[in-house]
Every structure is written in C-alpha cells, then in structure tokens.
C-alpha cells in the first residue's frame, strides 16, 4: 500500500488503482509525453503519476478528490513537476488552464463517473492534445461503438469531437481491489474542426429520445417524443436507431426542422 498510515479504499469514489507496471507503460507509450503538460485525473496512490514522471513531461496538474490520497501522494512523490489539487474534476473551473494548453489527458477514470468526465473533457475539448483513459470494458465498447449493440446516443457525441482508437484490454488482475469487470485502454484525440450542428442541443435531445428505447421503431420513439412523424417517410420509420449512423440522423434532424 506504500508508506506510512493505512488509508481505507471508498466505494463512493470507484477506487480501483492499478498495479500492473506493462499496462501504466502501454497508456504512457500511447501518447508523446516529450515536454509535454499532462492532466491526470483520480492519481490515488500515484501508480500511474510515477510511470508518467519518468517521461520527460513538463509538468503534471492531478485532480485528486479523496484529501487523504492527495495528501499521501503530495507526501510520497517530491517532484517539483507534480500539482496535486484535492478537488473533483467535475466541478473544478478548468478555464485557468488554457494558459498552459494543450494538455495530455493520462488517467485511470473512477468508473462511476467515466461518462460525467468524458462530457467535461468535451466541454474543454479545445485544452486538450490528445490522452488515454481506462475505463471499463463496456464503455470502451459502447464509446467505439458504430452500429448495433452497445451503439447509442453517447457513441455518437463522443465519436462526433474525438477520433478513438482501443488500446489494451485490461483484466482484473492488475488492479487493487480487483474489479469485477475488464477495462481497457482507449486513446482519443480532438477533432481540431467538428462542423456546427443546427440548435445543437436540441439535436442531441432529438438522438436521445431515439435511442430511448432502442428496440422500438423510429415512429414508436419519435411519436413518444412528440416529433411530427409525418414529415418523414415509412420506410425510414420503420427502422431502429441502431440501423442509423450520424449522417442520417443529421438529414432527420434537417427534415423535422423544415
């Protein structure tokens, strides 16, 4: 466990730190860390922040939101490099760090806030170089996802700012505790130009409401949405959501706000 006094894992903060020295090697040979200002989220204990400072990385701002890891991690780990903010990622004004931009996102994300996280990096997308996360092997499918199961709206936000590519899978056996699930290692990159969107919000309200049940057809969805049904053509709603990929929700959203 490291040095000095025992710390209890929290179940509400998703800890699972990783333990196994190839996979902490894999996510940082991913990216290239040369001079680079990295963003780690969830450090823990420091596995991972140890394998990143051994890169020639300019420096390292971690979010920790458990004070006794970021404590012991500020305690354990004396390198003038490393930052370690006790504060949840979530919540944190991430604006001041446009001053060091781009930064390389390096983090094993707490599993129960994966996608809450994943939507902040999106906000942020334009602070961000590129990165590799872990998460569960679930998400990494869904997240990659292009037609059929695990396929939905948040396959399509995700894929529509950042370009994805699945790195290792990741057993149980290399954390502590173990999980119960695979992870994986995914990396991503900003899209540096995403065409703008019509009413955005609106529209991604619009692919979630045709996801919501993703076994109904178009016409169940859309009618349940109070979308006017009327202006598309049967054929089309007799499809599933699954069966679509973003040019046709694209030419749906066009038709319904004609």
């Not at 996801?211 to 057809?217: K, S």
Request: charged content about 25%.
């Amino acid at each position: 466990m490291g040095h000095g006094t025992f710390i209890r894992l929290k179940k509400e903060h998703g800890q699972n730190f990783l333990r196994d020295d190839a996979v902490a090697r894999a996510a940082v040979g991913a990216v290239d860390l040369s001079g680079a200002n990295v963003l780690e989220i969830g450090p823990g204990d420091g596995f991972l922040t140890r394998h990143i400072l051994a890169e020639p990385v300019k420096q390292i701002k971690a979010f920790e939101i458990d004070p006794e890891w970021a404590d012991r991690l500020r305690q354990a780990v004396r390198d003038p490099r490393l930052t370690v903010s006790c504060q949840n990622i979530l919540d944190v004004d991430l604006g001041p760090l446009q001053a060091d931009a781009p930064w390389v996102v390096l983090s094993n994300l707490p599993y129960h806030v994966t996608f809450p996280i994943l939507r902040r990096l999106r906000e942020n997308r334009h602070l961000f170089r590129d990165g590799v996360v872990m998460v569960q092997e679930e998400v990494a499918q869904k997240i990659t996802a292009t037609r059929g199961r695990g396929y939905g709206a948040i396959s399509l936000i995700l894929q529509r700012y950042f370009s994805w590519k699945m790195l290792d899978k990741v057993g149980p056996q290399s954390f502590m505790p173990r999980p119960k699930v695979s992870s994986r290692l995914l990396y991503f990159k900003p899209y540096a130009k995403v065409d703008p969107i019509e009413q955005e919000e609106e529209f991604w309200r619009f692919v979630k409401a045709i996801f919501r049940q993703p076994r109904r057809t178009l016409r169940n969805n859309l009618r349940q949405a109070h979308y006017p049904v009327d202006r598309i053509d049967d054929e089309t709603l007799a499809l599933r959501a699954q069966q679509l990929g973003m040019e046709d929700f694209l030419h749906l959203w066009d038709v319904l706000r004609a």
